[in-house]
């Protein structure tokens, strides 16, 4: 094609031809990337098998029984943090960190201003913890 009929320039003038281009260019590495993001896709959506021998990620998420009866945010451990639905390891001393730093909770809802807490997990949350005693 002398005319260039039927290729469109890109951004640089360069002359592109239609349809499926080669991954890549120019030592960006770009190509690579987009490679490794279709295989991370096909990998997670199990259309490409994946032998690894990485173990499967642990969930902080605790998948055992709740507390029996609601703890007391402003003197339960981080142990006792530990035992509620989607509160982990670093989670739990964040709330006890945050508890020390401020004093304490007057309200449950107090407990969304951490990082790491919003609505949905506060929800989760909200019925196995009080304030003060019952």
């Known amino acids: 094609m002398i005319s260039g009929e039927g290729q469109k320039a890109d951004a640089d003038g360069y002359q592109r031809r239609p349809g499926p281009q080669p991954l890549g260019g120019a030592g960006t590495g770009e190509g690579l990337r987009r490679l490794a993001g279709i295989v991370v896709l096909a990998v997670t959506l199990g259309a490409l098998p994946c032998s690894s021998s990485l173990p499967a990620p642990q969930s902080h ?11 007391d945010i402003n003197r339960a451990a981080a142990d006792d943090f530990q035992q509620l639905p989607g509160i ?20 449950v809802e107090d407990l969304m201003v951490i990082k790491g807490i919003g609505y949905k997990k506060w929800k989760k949350i909200r019925p196995y913890v009080r304030v003060g005693e019952r």
């Open 88 to 107: 982990g390891p670093r989670l739990a001393k964040e709330i006890v960190a945050y508890r020390n730093k401020h004093g304490p909770f007057r309200r």
């Open 61 to 71: 998420d605790n998948a055992g029984k709740p507390p029996a009866a609601a703890i």
